[in-house]
Nanobody, 122 residues
Framework: QVQLVESGGGLVQPGGSLRLSCAAS????????MGWYRQAPGKQRDVVAS???????TYVDSVKGRFTISRDNAKNTVYLQMNSLKPEDTAVYYC????????????????WGKGTLVTVSS
C-alpha cells in the first residue's frame, strides 16, 4: 500500500508564506515526477509546479518567482515553499507522484494525496 500525506496548509495573510510538505510511504521502489496541484472552489484542479527525480522544475506562470518546489529523495518527500501569497492562491493543494511499487511486477501508478487547504485572507 502506498500513500501520500500532505501537511502545512492553513490560514495566512496576503504577502505571507507557507511551506507545504508531502511524504510518500509504503512499498516504494522509486518515485519519478512529483508535483503540486490546486483546486479553488468551483474550478478545476490545475498543476502548480512539478519536479523530476533529477530535480528539474516547472511552474505555472502565475506562481513563478513566488513558489519553489523541491524534493528530498531520501525521505520520499516533496515540498512547496509559497511566498508573497495572494488571495487568488486560496485553494486545496494536492500532492501527486508517479510511483513504482516494490512488488514483483514493479507496478507504476499515479498517486494523489487527500489535499491540504490554503486560505489567503486578511
Amino acid at each position: 500500500q502506498v500513500q501520500l500525506v500532505e501537511s502545512g496548509g492553513g490560514l495566512v495573510q496576503p504577502g505571507g508564506s507557507l511551506r507545504l510538505s508531502c511524504a510518500a510511504s509504503g512499498s516504494i521502489s522509486s518515485i519519478h515526477d512529483m508535483g503540486w496541484y490546486r483546486q479553488a472552489p468551483g474550478k478545476q484542479r490545475d498543476v502548480v509546479a512539478s519536479i523530476t527525480s533529477s530535480g528539474s522544475t516547472t511552474y505555472v506562470d502565475s506562481v513563478k518567482g513566488r513558489f519553489t518546489i523541491s524534493r528530498d529523495n531520501a525521505k520520499n518527500t516533496v515540498y512547496l515553499q509559497m511566498n508573497s501569497l495572494k488571495p487568488e492562491d486560496t485553494a486545496v493543494y494536492y500532492c501527486n507522484a508517479y510511483i513504482v511499487r516494490a512488488d514483483p511486477w514493479h507496478s507504476a501508478t499515479d498517486y494523489w494525496g487527500k489535499g491540504t487547504l490554503v486560505t489567503v485572507s486578511s
